[in-house]
Structure formats: structure tokens, C-alpha cells
Nanobody, 120 residues
């Protein structure tokens, strides 16, 4: 069984920083793309950033220049460094990863979510 466990959310003032972490554990042969998504109240879940196993990154326009995604393949962990936070960044942040859990099987997994609240 595979689990994604997130940490690092919290309450911060506008202009502040937070760093989210997401560690994958369990029956893992390999991990492909990993990413962060967020969902604000009353809105659909949206992509924040992704990183491939080779380190290629992709960002939503709204976070470019402020957020940085990275991963530690040895620790099966993905990070999201969030700087210059704005109230509109307030949301539940979810980790996602495509994991090969058997030699012939790959699927996407989600973490449980971590709340990020930015006060004005």
C-alpha cells in the first residue's frame, strides 16, 4: 500500500513564506511525476506545480516567480517552497504522485491535504 503524507501547512501573514513537504512510502518501485494542487473554498482543484522524475518543472501562472517545486528522489519526497504569499493563495494543498507500485502497474495517488491560510 502506498501513502503520501504532507506537512508544513499553517497560518502566515501576506508576504511570508511556507515550505510544504510530501513523502511517499509503502510499496514503491519508482515514482514518476510529482506535483502540488490546491483547492480553495467553493472552487475547483487546480494545478500549482509539477516536477518530473528528471527534474523538469511546470508552474501555474499565478505562482510563477514565487513558488518553487523540488524533489528528493532518494527520500521519495517532493517540496513546495512558497514565498511572497498572498491571501489568494489560501487553500488546501494536495500532493500528487504517479507511482509504480508493481512491476506492471502505475497509478496516481493523492495526499490528505494540508491547509495554507494567508492573512492580509
Amino acid at each position: 500500500q502506498v501513502q503520501l503524507v504532507e506537512s508544513g501547512g499553517g497560518l502566515v501573514q501576506a508576504g511570508g513564506s511556507l515550505r510544504l513537504s510530501c513523502a511517499a512510502s509503502g510499496s514503491i518501485f519508482s515514482i514518476g511525476a510529482m506535483g502540488w494542487y490546491r483547492q480553495a473554498p467553493g472552487k475547483q482543484r487546480e494545478l500549482v506545480a509539477t516536477v518530473t522524475s528528471g527534474g523538469n518543472t511546470n508552474y501555474a501562472d499565478s505562482v510563477k516567480g514565487r513558488f518553487t517545486i523540488s524533489r528528493d528522489n532518494a527520500r521519495n519526497t517532493v517540496y513546495l517552497q512558497m514565498n511572497s504569499l498572498k491571501p489568494e493563495d489560501t487553500a488546501v494543498y494536495y500532493c500528487n504522485a504517479y507511482i509504480k507500485f508493481r512491476l506492471d502497474s502505475t497509478r496516481g495517488y493523492w495526499g490528505q491535504g494540508t491547509q495554507v491560510t494567508v492573512s492580509s
